[in-house]
């Protein structure tokens, strides 16, 4: 029988070719497909003559990813399964993201999914390269075990609440689209400074304004009001200040921030740019940083 490792080896593998896909849509997307400055702005030239160029690279990628996140998805039912031996509560909720391992392993599967639904509102496939990029560095770091110990381990009695898992499995959703958000805002931003004009790159700060418009109630509902649920049911009260409290809550007021200078100034203020960069980098703080450098009560390994 396969065990989940070998799917996530193979989403490993699948994520790596569609990035070179995705960036291969990038560097050699021909000049006609480009709307007047926007194939200048990435500072590359290229000829619809070439052989490279006649290759639709972006459907390419968005197929890998899409095949790639299905393989991923039986690592992470498999993964279920393996926990289940140790912990029938995991097989009863099915959610295996209680250690740094299965969030990493559970994110490189999740993050794809939610870019695939804004790829097809939006279909800007040079964002796939931050994006499976992003899926193919979760499984490589979760796959060294000095940062992501895989052992398979019972769930202890303190996590084992429905409301961990609602409360957990929104935030993750909010911020698999600030990912997404974060890989289109990172685009638009380049294109910009190398000189696109707004009307080329609208498409592409719109992309990036969906995505956060569709995750900031999953990681703030999920965050503020179902964690507030599931910390008065484990430890006695709603809010205990604790650092991962207190990052998670900045965190979400700076996309709050972001979408009140978006409606303020309109898309087209550089600060609304950044406030979106400042804004992901407060999540990965929040969902990371906290883990390794301050600690606390949401602490894990």
Not at 270 to 290: P, T
Request: with cysteine; proline share 4%.
């Amino acid at each position: 029988m396969f065990e989940s490792t070998f799917f996530f080896f193979l989403s490993t593998v699948g994520y790596f070719f569609a990035f070179l896909c995705y960036l291969f849509h990038t560097v050699f997307k021909p000049q006609n497909q480009f709307p007047n400055k926007e194939s200048s702005s990435l500072g590359i030239t290229a000829t619809s003559g070439t052989s490279t160029s006649r290759i639709n690279w972006g459907k390419w990628g968005t197929l890998l990813t899409f095949v790639t996140m299905l393989i991923a998805f039986t690592g992470v039912v498999m993964r279920t399964i393996e926990l289940g031996n140790a912990s029938n509560w995991v097989m009863r909720v099915f959610l295996p993201v209680t250690t740094t391992y299965e969030t990493l392993t559970f994110f490189a599967w999740l993050i794809p999914l939610t870019y695939l639904i804004i790829e097809h509102m939006y279909p800007i496939r040079s964002v796939g390269v931050f994006v499976t990029g992003t899926a193919f560095t979760l499984l490589a770091i979760a796959s060294s075990p000095a940062f992501a110990p895989s052992q398979i381990a019972p769930v202890v009695p303190s996590l084992q609440s429905y409301w961990l898992v609602i409360h957990v499995l929104s935030m993750i959703i909010g911020i698999a689209f600030f990912t997404t958000a974060f890989g289109a805002t990172v685009l638009y931003m380049w294109r910009r400074w190398r000189g696109a004009t707004f009307d080329d790159i609208n498409r592409i700060e719109e992309m990036a304004y969906k995505a956060i418009a569709l995750g900031f109630p999953f990681y703030g509902i999920g965050g503020l009001v179902f964690g507030g649920i599931w910390a008065k049911e484990a430890w006695g009260s709603y809010w205990e200040w604790d650092p991962k409290e207190t990052a998670m809550l900045t965190a979400w007021l700076v996309y709050a921030v972001y979408l009140h200078a978006r409606v303020k100034w309109g898309p087209q203020a550089r600060i609304v740019g950044w406030l979106s960069i400042i804004a992901f980098l407060s999540v990965i703080y929040a969902w990371v940083g906290i883990n390794y450098f301050v600690g606390g009560l949401h602490s894990f390994t």
